[in-house]
């Protein structure tokens, strides 16, 4: 028989034996209990939502009175277009904080992104919300939003007869974790 063969066996018994005696070593070992605990989870809702109901309206400026947008009705570069309506935030945890804001919508049509604008802004009790924050202190709240979408025309000649359809959007509510 070859050295190395015998090597092999050799290693290989003693792996064996190793083994085996590793099962006849005693741990010693602890327990100790710990009192349960009950714990319920808050919640973050926007609640009686009236926004589907409230118009687009032409924000025409001071000069004149604000036109009520229709389906058909024809933009032009400088149109702003604002939404404006409310909502109830419930808002419940401890250390709870979120940011609020409007979704990117889907967009549908040939008018570019670079032409719209879409921003929006948020107040309680006539009070701007700061940077879309809401916490636990906002419970029950109402939040009057405004979205604005503003048309840049940006391409000059190249928006003319362009369209874009724009579904899909409405506002979130995202939490923040504070320790």
Request: glycine residues 12%; contains cysteine; charged residues 25%.
């Given at each position: 028989m070859k050295k190395s063969t015998k090597g092999a066996l050799a290693a290989g018994s003693a792996a064996v034996l190793l083994m085996g005696g590793a099962g006849t070593l005693a741990f010693w070992t602890a327990d100790a209990g710990v009192d349960g605990i009950a714990v319920t989870a808050g919640e973050l809702k926007i609640v009686e939502?009236?926004?589907?109901?409230?118009?687009?309206?032409?924000?025409?400026?001071?000069?004149?009175?604000?036109?009520?947008?229709?389906?058909?009705?024809?933009?032009?570069p400088g149109d702003v277009l604002t939404k404006e309506c409310s909502f109830e935030v419930q808002a419940t945890g401890e250390h709870l904080r979120a940011t609020l804001d409007v979704t990117?919508?889907?967009?549908?049509?040939?008018?570019?992104?670079?032409?719209?604008?879409?921003?929006?802004?948020?107040?309680?009790?006539?009070?701007?919300?700061?940077d879309g924050e809401i916490d636990e202190s906002n419970d029950g709240d109402v939040v009057e939003a405004s979205i604005t979408?503003?048309?840049?025309?940006?391409?000059?000649?190249?928006?003319?007869?362009?369209d874009v359809t724009l579904s899909d959007f409405g506002f979130s509510l995202t939490q923040v974790h504070t320790p």
């Open positions: 939502d009236d926004c589907d109901d409230a118009p687009w309206v032409f924000d025409s400026g001071e000069d004149e009175a604000d036109k009520v947008y229709e389906a058909g009705d024809l933009i032009v990117d919508p889907v967009r549908g049509g040939s008018l570019a992104p670079a032409d719209l604008t879409i921003d929006s802004s948020f107040e309680i009790g006539g009070t701007p919300v700061a979408i503003s048309f840049l025309g940006t391409a000059l000649n190249g928006t003319q007869t362009q």
